[in-house]
């Protein structure tokens, strides 16, 4: 059934194109004898139409302009059509100089004519392409007047009006794919765009009407219905700006993520939406050096712990972009896993995706997996991280954040993994809880090993601060308690936080990985400190609602094991500048080899026995600056 299609459009195209390619002679003949050809000209026209069809239609064929899907014509096929057009002509032409040295022919009827035939062709191929676009459906059926006149309108009373801020690339990819798409039901009106030289201008025949702040007067001129930011690499100043703009023009906004959150690189309409808090934290483009994160992960066997957590699955889909030979997914939650695994071998099916339900605290089944898999890089992610819960219950941080290191610490030395990069969080900065001081100890147990010479594995770590997204953000809880109507509960008007996005804390791990050559902390730039009070009440403007008005902010006062403000640098460590704006190193901590002996395997033991004050007072003698809240 489907073949004998194939043939039948085949010979309907093939026929077409034929009486195109005998006008566009016969056409050359008019033009260059002024609409009045002389009988001997007329004559020639005759005798070589067959051997010019011929030889047009052959050379047509071996370009591939019989193979393509019409509805996706483009440029691609365009300079196709001009190819095979130019050759077809100096076939031709070299033909006639040889049998009749051009003795009674005309010369520029064949120019003519090659420029004829490149514009009837693909001017054809459009046509199908548009006629597809905006008249076809799943199911045939007859062309009502009214579709014909939205095919030069565009116009239809259900769709949208949508207003793009920013005329940029992103800008004019999401328009192309509105216009492509007549099933999203969105009509681009306008763009807006702070570039002096792009005003007055137009994009695909759409207007540049003004600046960003005039989003007011383009909204009354328009009649626009929504807004998107197309704007990816704007900073937090610049989404602030716009974001007000938009609330003082009353019209609902969505946006594009930023360049880190676009993993394969592609704008499309599926990635558009609401505008979050993480916008307004900053959103600079991260610089990474591709070549130097490729060359440690490309066709190796990366392994990452804590993989179906925000930080863990985020690095799995990162790795995957430099295509590893396989990755070893390691995580003790099962629906997690699940999802990752899923979402992984659906994106890139050409990477061995390996997936053990199991947990660091079992020494067993790390090094059964190091034995089958012999990963080259481990990412070490898997850890507890809830402040407050940990605190009442710290033999659970002893075991996870301390035991769990250890065992993979003792395994990559067994089987001389090339680099293991730890997560660790500016919580492990003079700690106030356990969770910060359990964090701290598994620093230095990393650190040691090559600081202290026991080790030829590059072993790194990678500090920073609050993830917003990930579990145990403060973000989540807020939104909850707005859609609730309030209270949004603060610790303390003054606690501050320093704080990231998920897809920019692993992608700086992973340039930090990169660059370590063993011993190094790295610490990652995180901006200015904000304050959680100032977070909460963004977070109640962007839900279309005014603090201490519409939603109540209550002071709860600070949580067991909180402080006011973290810090990224312990006292003695020295910071350093990379070659990478954002990561900064950490050089001068002793080796702890000796405090470390013995102790650790001690509080391992105090922890399985639940003792919470003997933990403590343990904790206090491994970790000197550790001061309990």
Not at 125 to 151: C, M, N, Q, Y
Not at 209 to 233: F, N, Q
Not at 410 to 437: L, Q, Y
Request: charged fraction near 25%.
């Amino acid at each position: 059934m489907k073949t004998r299609v194939f043939y039948k459009n085949f010979f309907v195209v093939l026929c077409i194109d034929t009486l195109l390619l005998a006008g566009s002679l016969y056409a050359a003949h008019l033009i260059r004898f002024d609409f009045d050809i002389p009988q001997h000209f007329l004559r020639l026209f005759y005798q070589m139409l067959p051997f010019v069809l011929i030889v047009k239609i052959i050379n047509f064929y071996f370009f591939d302009l019989y193979r393509g899907m019409w509805r996706y014509t483009s440029i691609a096929d365009l300079f196709n059509i001009i190819k095979a057009s130019s050759l077809s002509t100096l076939l031709i032409v070299s033909y006639i100089l040889f049998s009749a040295r051009f003795e009674g022919f005309s010369r520029s009827v064949f120019i003519i004519d090659w420029c004829f035939t490149i514009l009837f062709i693909s001017g054809y191929r459009l046509f199908i392409r548009l006629f597809i676009e905006h008249f076809s459906e799943d199911k045939p059926r007859v062309i009502s007047l009214w579709k014909a006149w939205g095919f030069f309108n565009r116009i239809r009373a259900d769709n949208k009006r949508l207003l793009i801020i920013g005329a940029g690339d992103c800008g004019e990819k999401i328009y192309r794919e509105i216009r492509d798409n007549a099933r999203l039901q969105y009509e681009v009106v306008g763009f807006l765009d702070d570039d002096s030289t792009k005003l007055g201008k137009k994009i695909h025949g759409i207007p540049i009407l003004g600046y960003v702040r005039d989003i007011r007067r383009a909204i009354k001129k328009t009649e626009a219905d929504e807004a998107l930011i197309a704007i990816p690499s704007a900073n937090a100043q610049k989404m602030r700006a716009i974001v007000e703009e938009c609330k003082r023009g009353r019209i609902k906004f969505k946006t594009m993520p930023s360049m880190g959150e676009l993993i394969n690189g592609k704008v499309t309409i599926s990635a558009i939406r609401e505008v979050a808090y993480r916008d307004l934290l900053g959103r600079d483009a991260i610089k990474l050096n591709e070549e130097q994160i490729g060359a440690y992960l490309k066709e190796q066997s990366v392994l990452v712990t804590g993989a179906g957590g925000s930080i863990g699955s985020e690095l799995c889909r990162q790795i995957c972009r430099f295509r590893p030979k396989s990755i070893i997914l390691y995580e003790r939650a099962e629906t997690p896993l699940y999802e990752i695994e899923l979402e992984l071998k659906q994106n890139f099916d050409d990477i061995e995706i390996v997936t053990l339900l199991a947990d660091v605290q079992d020494k067993k089944q790390i090094e059964k997996a190091f034995e089958t898999y012999r990963p080259q890089t481990v990412f070490h992610a898997a850890a507890y991280k809830h402040v407050p819960m940990l605190e009442l219950q710290p033999w659970r941080a002893i075991g996870n954040n301390i035991g769990g290191t250890a065992n993979l610490v003792e395994i990559t030395n067994k089987f001389k993994v090339e680099r293991f990069v730890f997560v660790s969080t500016d919580k492990a900065v003079r700690p106030a809880n356990v969770m910060g001081a359990s964090k701290r100890v598994a620093e230095m147990l990393v650190q040691s090993q090559n600081s202290c010479h026991v080790s030829d594995t590059r072993f790194m770590i990678v500090r920073f601060g609050n993830v917003v997204g990930s579990g145990g953000s403060v973000v989540p809880l807020f939104k909850k308690q707005i859609e609730k109507g309030g209270p949004v509960t603060v610790t303390h008007p003054d606690v501050t936080r320093y704080f990231m996005t998920v897809p920019e804390a692993c992608q700086l791990i992973l340039q930090a990985g990169a660059m370590g050559n063993g011993g190094e902390i790295f610490i990652l730039d995180m901006g200015t400190s904000i304050k959680i009070d100032d977070m909460a009440r963004d977070l109640i403007r962007l839900s279309g609602f005014e603090p201490d008005i519409d939603i109540k902010i209550d002071y709860i006062g600070l949580r067991p094991g909180e402080k006011l403000y973290e810090e990224l640098v312990v006292e003695g460590e020295d910071v350093l500048p990379t070659s990478h704006e954002k990561i900064m190193v950490l050089k001068g901590t002793a080796c702890n080899i000796e405090v470390l002996n013995g102790q650790v395997n001690n509080l391992i033991s105090i922890a399985e026995n639940q003792e919470s004050r003997t933990i403590l007072q343990k904790l206090q003698e491994i970790v000197q600056e550790y001061k309990p809240a």
